[in-house]
C-alpha cells in the first residue's frame, strides 16, 4: 500500500489527506501544528463561497468560481449559509470596472445578475455607488466544516497527529522523510510521497524556500468582526472594483466581517526565509484598522457607521505573485525537485479544491 504524509490541518491538507486515502488506496498521515484541524486561513477569511462575481478582471478564476461553487454548495450543504442577500455594488468613481463590464463578464460565465429594487439601493449612496445588483452568492460556517471534515477524517481511517510541527522535510528511503515534534517527542515518518499543504508556511522547509521566494507573496491581512445596523444585517454587499470594501456575514462567530481592500492589508512581502510568515503573525500586538474601514465605507453605505465592533482576527493570506494586476486565484500544485516526492499546494480559495482534486487525478501517484 502507498503511503502519504500530508503537513497541515485546513481544509486543503485534511481535502487532499482524504483524496488519497479514498480515492487513491493511500494510507495517510496528517500532521497539524495547532490542537485542532482548520485554525488558521480555513478559519480567518471572509467566509465567501465564490460563485465568480468577486473577479471581474480574471475570466479564467470567475469561470473556474462559477464551476466549482454548485460543487462546493452541495458537498458542503449543512456549512453553507445561505439566509442573506449577497449584493454588488460598483463605486461610480475609482472602480476598474463598469456596469457594461459587469454585465457582460456574468453574460460570459452565465452568472445571473439581477439589479437591486430601489429600496435595496436606497441603502447605498447615490453620490458614491452607480449600480447594485443582487446575485447568489453563499457564506460558509467554517465551524461546522471543520466538524464535516474531521468526522470523515476518522472514517477513513487517516492517522491525524494534532500539535504536531513537521520540521524538515528529506529525502527518504522509500521516497520522503519528514520529521516531526510533538512537544518533546521526536518523530520520523517515511513515506512515498509528502504533501505541503500549509498555505502562507509554503517555503518553511529548506529545499522549498528559494522556490517558493520566486512565486509568493503575504500579505498580513485584518478582518475586522462588527455587529451591523438591523438594516444590513441580511445583506453581504461587497463594493466594487478598486480600493474598496466587504462586508459578509462570518457565521462561525455569528457577526460581519469588514474587510477593506486598502486598509486589510497590513503589511505585504514577498517570500524570504527571514520573514516568516507566521513570526510577522505573532509578532508585535497589531493595531486595528477598524475605523479608518468604517469611516471609509460608510461613504457607500452610510448605515455602516453605526455598525458595533466587536473584534478582529489576523491571518497571513498568501497569493501568487502573478496575479498582482488581476486578482486571480488559480491553484498551485508543485511536484519539484530535488525529491519529486513532495507536492507543494496553494489553493487560494476554498473552492478552488476541485481544481486541485482535477490535476491530482491526472498525476501518477506510484511513479
Ligand atoms: C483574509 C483572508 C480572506 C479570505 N477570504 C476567502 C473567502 O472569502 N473565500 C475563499 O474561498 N477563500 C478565502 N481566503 C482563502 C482561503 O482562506 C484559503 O485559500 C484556504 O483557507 C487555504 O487553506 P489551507 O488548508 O491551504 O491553509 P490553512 O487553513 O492555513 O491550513 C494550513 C495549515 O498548516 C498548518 N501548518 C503550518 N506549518 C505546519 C507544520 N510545519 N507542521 C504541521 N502543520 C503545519 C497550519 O497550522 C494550518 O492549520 C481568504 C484568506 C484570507 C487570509
Known amino acids: 500500500m ?39 486561513a480555513s478559519l480567518v477569511n471572509q467566509a465567501r463561497v465564490h460563485n465568480g462575481y468577486h473577479y471581474p478582471r480574471s475570466l479564467t478564476t470567475a469561470a473556474r468560481s462559477r464551476a466549482n ?85 476518522l472514517a477513513a481511517g487517516i492517522d491525524i497527529r ?20 510533538r512537544g518533546l517527542e521526536h518523530y520520523v515518518f517515511d513515506a512515498d510521497l509528502a504533501f505541503n499543504c500549509t498555505y502562507c508556511n509554503l517555503g518553511q522547509f529548506a529545499s522549498k524556500s528559494t522556490e517558493m521566494a520566486q512565486v509568493l507573496r503575504h500579505e498580513l491581512t485584518e478582518i475586522s468582526l462588527i455587529e451591523p445596523p438591523d438594516e444590513l444585517k441580511a445583506f453581504g454587499i461587497t463594493v466594487m472594483d478598486g480600493p474598496f470594501f466587504s462586508c459578509m456575514p462570518f457565521p462561525t462567530a455569528g ?23 507566521d513570526r510577522i503573525l505573532h509578532g508585535d500586538g497589531h493595531q486595528t484598522r477598524v475605523d479608518w474601514m468604517l469611516r471609509d465605507a460608510q461613504r457607500f453605505l452610510p448605515a455602516l457607521g453605526r455598525s458595533r465592533y466587536v473584534r478582529s482576527l489576523y491571518e497571513v493570506k498568501t497569493v501568487l505573485k502573478i496575479n498582482d494586476g488581476n486578482d486571480g486565484r488559480p491553484i498551485m500544485l508543485a511536484r519539484s525537485p530535488p ?3 513532495m507536492f507543494s499546494v496553494l489553493g487560494g480559495k476554498i473552492d478552488n479544491i476541485y481544481d486541485i482534486i482535477e490535476r491530482l487525478n491526472s498525476e501518477d501517484l506510484a511513479a
Open 2 to 40: 502507498l503511503t502519504a504524509v500530508v503537513i497541515g490541518g485546513g481544509f486543503y491538507g485534511c481535502s487532499i489527506a482524504l483524496y488519497l486515502a479514498q480515492q487513491r488506496g493511500f494510507a495517510v498521515t496528517l500532521l497539524e501544528t495547532a490542537p485542532q484541524i482548520m485554525q488558521r
Open 69 to 153: 461553487y454548485p460543487l462546493f454548495v452541495a458537498a458542503y450543504a449543512e456549512s453553507v449559509v445561505r439566509d442573506f442577500t449577497k449584493l454588488y455594488a460598483l463605486a461610480r468613481i475609482g472602480s476598474k470596472i463598469n456596469a457594461k463590464q459587469m454585465e457582460s463578464l456574468c453574460r460570459s460565465i452565465d452568472a445571473p445578475l439581477v439589479r437591486a429594487p430601489r429600496e435595496i439601493e436606497a441603502l447605498f449612496a447615490p453620490n458614491t455607488v452607480s449600480d447594485v445588483y443582487i446575485v447568489e452568492e453563499y457564506a460558509f460556517n467554517s465551524a461546522i466544516l471543520a466538524r464535516k471534515i474531521e468526522a470523515e477524517l
Open 162 to 181: 494534532l500539535a504536531t510541527e513537521a520540521l524538515a522535510v528529506e529525502q527518504g528511503p522509500g521516497g520522503v522523510r519528514v520529521e516531526a515534534q
Open 255 to 277: 457577526l460581519h466581517s469588514l474587510t477593506h481592500v486598502r486598509y486589510t492589508p497590513h503589511a505585504t512581502w514577498d517570500e524570504d526565509r527571514n520573514l516568516a510568515p
Open 339 to 341: 525529491y519529486g516526492k
